[in-house]
């Protein structure tokens, strides 16, 4: 590795660069947006607009959804279309909903968890999805963090957390291609979440599967298992909710969302969808049905998806290989290399993640914010940073991971002494 003097001119060029580059957010990149655009040709002023069941998309009504993009999303999740409720653009919408309704009205005739002597706990997998523990902490959750193994959370904490107290209501999941980490639930876990024994009757699963069909690989692709039918299995159908959307897929302010779930839950959340709505845009429903069922299929569809972002992946890890390999022999550094999803997990050497965020910022690139793969920001050994390398342009993405690569080995340099 270079000496400390070396790195820190390195360093103080890059900031004479005048650099503004962003890799804070997994957001789609242009390219990718313009895969969808067709989509906006499937409709206009003279296309038919009923669905298949004959009702007309411009007016009120259908509560579910059309029955044919239930269907649609049910094929996506690999579930019953019988088991998918089809809301607006946004499955994060969703599950504040979700989560609203149990603290305001109960979940299945329970006691509203707002009236309870004391406060919900739950469970948060770390490093996890910042926007899921916003969520919980909102609604007055006190969030608990489960660590997340190569396999999926720490089933053995979990088991034991659920089994011995009352008052943890939930966990976040996401279990294929996870934010950040990239993996994904193997069969065992998912049979052991479907088989937990919770305290709390009320206790439910928010398994959000937002990455389920973007892979990045053709021949080396994540499977896991369906969660709703192994909850039937286990005893437990009503104990999870599956979200999923299209933001990724077509257009993430334009896209749709859905639950899935079991017979009894979707009846019970119908009691806040009957005064919360009179229909979602079924318009919207109507176009992607009629593009990824009649124009392009969602396998093809998500293949180009991947052509676009698997050299962004590629050249990170390269990167990675290459300028951070010294420093991961003395086991100061790892980070993932996902099969799919938008993110890879970087942990840096203890107590430095939030000075190299710092540094980046300093000299142009934002990353995302330390700590913030943990509920509250607060990462106990300050390691954790979530790279998003969708976003930027190929040139763009190669200068900000080299200039992240830097910030790291100054860090390093400088806790050496030389």
Not at 118 to 140: A, I, M, N
Not at 190 to 200: D, E, G, N, S
Not at 381 to 408: G, K, M, Q, W, Y
Request: glycine share 8%; with cysteine; charged share 25%.
């Amino acid at each position: 590795m270079k000496s400390l003097e070396e790195l820190r001119k390195e360093y103080e060029d890059y900031k004479a660069r005048g650099l503004k580059l962003d890799m804070s957010r997994g957001k789609p990149c242009r390219e990718q947006l313009e895969l969808s655009m067709p989509m906006l040709d499937t409709l206009d002023s003279k296309s038919v607009m009923a669905a298949e069941d004959g009702t007309d998309t411009r007016n009120y009504g259908v509560l579910f959804g059309i029955p044919e993009c239930r269907a649609l999303m049910g094929e996506m999740l690999g579930v019953p279309a019988d088991n998918v409720v089809v809301f607006g653009n946004s499955s994060l919408n969703v599950m504040f909903d979700v989560l609203g309704h149990a603290f305001h009205h109960g979940i299945m005739g329970g006691t509203p968890w707002c009236r309870l002597e004391k406060p919900v706990k739950w469970l948060c997998v770390v490093p996890g999805y910042d926007r899921h523990f916003g969520v919980s902490q909102y609604w007055g959750c006190e969030n608990v963090c489960v660590n997340m193994l190569l396999d999926g959370p720490d089933m053995g904490t979990i088991e034991e957390l659920v089994a011995s107290d009352e008052m943890i209501k939930g966990i976040w999941c996401v279990p294929k291609y996870s934010n950040p980490t990239g993996n994904s639930y193997s069969d065992e876990v998912v049979r052991r979440m479907a088989r937990l024994k919770p305290a709390a009757k009320d206790f439910r699963i928010f398994w959000d599967n937002a990455y389920g069909i973007h892979h990045l690989y053709d021949d080396n692709r994540d499977e896991i298992l369906d969660i709703i039918s192994e909850c039937a299995k286990a005893g437990n159908p009503d104990m999870v909710y599956e979200f999923a959307s299209t933001s990724k897929i077509s257009f993430p302010g334009a896209g749709v969302a859905c639950m899935a779930a079991s017979a009894a839950n979707i009846e019970d959340f119908k009691k806040q969808m009957n005064f919360q709505t009179i229909g979602h845009d079924k318009i919207n429903q109507l176009r992607h049905v009629k593009y990824f069922r009649e124009t392009e299929s969602l396998d093809v569809h998500m293949r180009r998806h991947a052509n676009i972002l698997r050299p962004k992946f590629q050249m990170v890890a390269n990167i990675f290989d290459d300028e951070l390999f010294e420093i991961k022999n003395r086991g100061l550094v790892r980070w993932t290399v996902p099969k799919g999803g938008y993110f890879i997990s970087l942990d840096v050497p203890k107590g430095c993640a939030k000075k190299v965020v710092k540094l980046c910022a300093d000299a142009g690139v934002k990353l995302t914010g330390a700590g913030a793969t943990y509920p509250g920001g607060y990462d106990p050994e300050d390691r954790n940073i979530r790279i998003a390398p969708s976003f930027p342009p190929l040139d763009e993405l190669e200068t900000a991971t080299r200039l992240l690569c830097l910030c790291v080995q100054l860090c390093v340099a400088e806790q050496d002494g030389f």
